[in-house]
T-cell receptor
Framework: DAKTTQPPSMDCAEGRAANLPCNHS???????VYWYRQIHSQGPQYIIH???NNETNEMASLIITEDRKSSTLILPHATLRDTAVYYC?????????????FGTGTRLQVTL | DVKVTQSSRYLVKRTGEKVFLECVQD?????MFWYRQDPGLGLRLIYF???????EKGDIPEGYSVSREKKERFSLILESASTNQTSMYLC????????????FGPGTRLTVT
């Protein structure tokens, strides 16, 4: 699976958009991009995924560059409850099941 | 709504005890996974199952076994708990087909004394 690079930490004011970048310059054509977040002492929460196109759901938007070498997760109106560690994961679907490999992620702090 | 539940949020056991961690999903998913999470080591896959009674070892299966008798339930067993198995245990499930999004349970924090 391709390696990802994320900034270790970011701050965002409540109510503003939080834009979390992820670099995955070695991604291959069959690899998906997934985003999860983890609030302290809880299980990881799935946010969104994409393959080639931009995606939006009720939680967030995912913007993938045309060359697929990077992506951005956008939380349109961040709240204090969005404070968490955000993980960008790139994974190919091989075999009967594919494990997830979490890197160090970005610690997002949302402030008043 | 997607739901993965784990039998306990916190568990304290003594060295040498047999420990059962239960995971149930209500999404009719074929795949189920057990991970452990430790500071500085990230998530590590212990075992996974892609069908009832089927199981495959992950990256760190030593000291653990699993059971999947029903599609919705996946159990992790510590045959003889040791202090180095103190950790956060996370269960996840996914469909077999793409994109195989994994949904996680709340986790069980196990302390072995």
């Amino acid at each position: 699976d391709a390696k990802t690079t994320q900034p270790p930490s970011m701050d965002c004011a409540e109510g503003r958009a939080a834009n979390l970048p992820c670099n995955h310059s070695t991604i291959s054509g069959n690899e998906y991009v997934y985003w999860y977040r983890q609030i302290h002492s809880q299980g990881p929460q799935y946010i969104i995924h994409g393959l080639k196109n931009n995606e939006t759901n009720e939680m967030a938007s995912l913007i993938i560059t045309e060359d697929r070498k990077s992506s951005t997760l956008i939380l349109p109106h961040a709240t204090l409850r969005d404070t968490a560690v955000y993980y960008c994961i790139v994974r190919a679907l091989t075999g009967t099941a594919s494990k997830l490999t979490f890197g160090t992620g970005t610690r997002l702090q949302v402030t008043l | 709504d997607v739901k993965v539940t784990q039998s306990s949020r916190y568990l304290v056991k003594r060295t040498g005890e047999k420990v059962f961690l239960e995971c149930v999903q209500d999404m009719d998913h074929e795949n189920m996974f057990w991970y452990r999470q430790d500071p500085g080591l990230g998530l590590r896959l212990i075992y996974f199952s892609y069908d009832v009674k089927m199981k495959e070892k992950g990256d760190i299966p030593e000291g653990y076994s699993v059971s999947r008798e029903k599609k919705e339930r996946f159990s992790l067993i510590l045959e003889s708990a040791s202090t180095n198995q103190t950790s956060m245990y996370l269960c996840a499930s996914s469909l077999y087909g793409p994109p195989r999004v994994q949904y996680f349970g709340p986790g069980t924090r196990l302390t072995v004394t």
